[in-house]
């Protein structure tokens, strides 16, 4: 993947130290992360796309909740 | 996106005794499930007639045969995931012929504790070749295509930043090799009803280096 593209993005102070304390917590450098939260959401918005649900669970009661998802 | 040659290795072809060129691409290309369509499942479906004609459990005589990823539909797998970001595919060639293939998800989360929650390169589907394996050919051609593709997804790991930390859920006929030789972690049986390992940093730099 060497055909990169610059892009300047604007994030408020909030926004900026989640992306922060991720990108630490990761070991990853904030592009990293980014291309890492696009991928997820490309993934969640394809499924939802193809009429799946996409869904978290809880791992002791086993409670299901749906992912929304802006589209 | 088109194939593109990621690198050209050097292999040990045991039927001719001598080091052969296999290159590496990225993504599997037409060609490559091509391959695995007219000349790959021709072989598996072959050893699973003999099996079915012998009777008794199939499943577990695949196992024993080493072609439990015989069902394995690489064509449509390579279409679902086209413009997807969280997948990437390798195959590699020689002599004009796929000789293997694999598809991992840069989209996991570790579960080994010193890595627990750093993110990772997951290899959802690896297989070499049916004329590379000792259990389907009495002198198997290729020695090490599994080892180029762990490579391969060891690299991609370190390029998207992951230090080099991979994860896979093993077939059972593979599971001593990703622990004995690969050095990967052992963390068990989980809900998919399969053994899950993962390579550290460490275990990835030492992969890369034996």
Request: aromatic share 8%; hydrophobic share 40%.
């Amino acid at each position: 993947m060497t055909d990169k593209r610059t892009m300047t993005l604007n994030l408020n102070a909030n926004e900026m130290a989640v992306v922060e304390k991720l990108a630490d917590e990761k070991g990853l450098s904030k592009t990293a992360l980014v291309r890492q939260a696009l991928r997820l959401y490309q993934s969640i918005s394809d499924r939802i796309e193809r009429g799946e649900k996409v869904f978290v669970e809880d791992p002791v009661t086993k409670d299901k909740a749906e992912l929304m998802v802006l589209s | 996106m088109s194939s593109r040659l990621i690198g050209t290795y050097q292999l040990v072809d045991r039927q001719q005794g001598k080091l052969f060129d296999l290159s590496l691409w990225q993504p599997i290309a037409d060609r490559h499930s091509q391959d695995f369509e007219q000349h790959w499942r021709p072989i598996f479906d072959t050893h699973l007639e003999q099996i079915n004609a012998l009777g008794g459990d199939g499943s577990a005589a695949a196992a024993l045969s080493n072609i439990q990823d015989a069902h394995w539909e690489w064509a449509q797998k390579a279409h679902l995931i086209k413009g997807r970001l969280d997948w990437q595919s390798f195959a590699v060639e020689a002599d004009g012929m796929t000789q293997g293939l694999m598809f991992v998800k840069t989209q996991g989360f570790a579960r080994e504790p010193s890595q627990h929650g750093k993110p990772l390169a997951v290899i959802e589907l690896i297989a070499t070749a049916p004329w590379n394996r000792p259990t389907l050919v009495s002198v198997p051609r290729f020695k090490g295509v599994g080892r180029l593709l762990l490579a391969a997804a060891i690299s991609l790991s370190v390029h998207e930043e992951f230090e080099g930390r991979i994860g896979l859920h093993a077939l059972p006929q593979a599971e001593d090799w990703y622990r004995e030789v690969c050095g990967m972690t052992d963390l068990g049986v989980d809900e998919t009803r399969m053994r899950y390992f993962e390579m550290t940093e460490a275990q990835a730099r030492a992969f890369l280096e034996s």
